[in-house]
């Protein structure tokens, strides 16, 4: 779901997408990009690639929860 995130900003290259996936290889980063626009979330676009319509929509459903996961982990800090 960190690419969906990151694409929500915005469209995104795929080096871009590399350096915000730090520890994602290219082979899994490219695997997980043919996952999400198999599933119609994720597009190529002259500018990278870019959520969807319908990525949209999930990035806004997964928000709340990775708001409140942000909030929940400061008690362990």
Known sequence: MGIVW???KGPS????????????????LN???KELRDSHLVKRTVDGYALTQQGKELYELIEPLGLWAKEWAKNFN
């Open 6 to 8: 990151h694409l929500y």
């Open 13 to 28: 290259t795929f080096r871009r997408l590399q350096a915000y996936c730090e520890s994602i290889s290219p082979t899994t």
């Open 31 to 33: 695997k997980r990009l």
